[in-house]
């Protein structure tokens, strides 16, 4: 017998908020439910697992495309001065 995974298990498996499991199921980047009981959708934990190997890896937060600032300034504080915000409202 097929072991079988609720949303909720299928996205902890994998790692991620049921409601981002449903919403990649929905947009078909994520195995459809091998079947349903009820309304209840259920996925075989084979699939589950054979889709998790097949993912793309992610990438490590300090690998985002973000350019370094070549002055060592802070890109937030410097696009708050340029739109002409120096700090916080005064009283």
């Known amino acids: 017998m097929t072991t ?3 949303r909720d ?3 902890g498996r994998v790692g ?3 409601n981002t499991w449903s919403a990649y199921v929905s947009r078909g980047q994520a ?3 091998t079947r349903h009981i009820g309304r209840t959708p259920l996925w ?3 699939e589950v697992d054979q889709w998790v190997k097949s993912r793309p890896r ?3 937060p300090k690998t985002r495309d973000i350019p370094a600032d070549p002055n060592g300034g802070d890109h937030a504080r410097q696009g708050r001065e340029t739109a002409g915000f120096s700090g ?3 009283s």
Do not use: F, I, N, Y
């Open 4 to 6: 079988e995974l609720t």
């Open 9 to 11: 298990e299928a996205a």
């Open 16 to 18: 991620v908020h049921p």
């Open 44 to 46: 075989a934990v084979e």
């Open 58 to 60: 992610k990438r490590s």
């Open 31 to 33: 195995p459809p439910p």
């Open 88 to 90: 916080p409202a005064a």
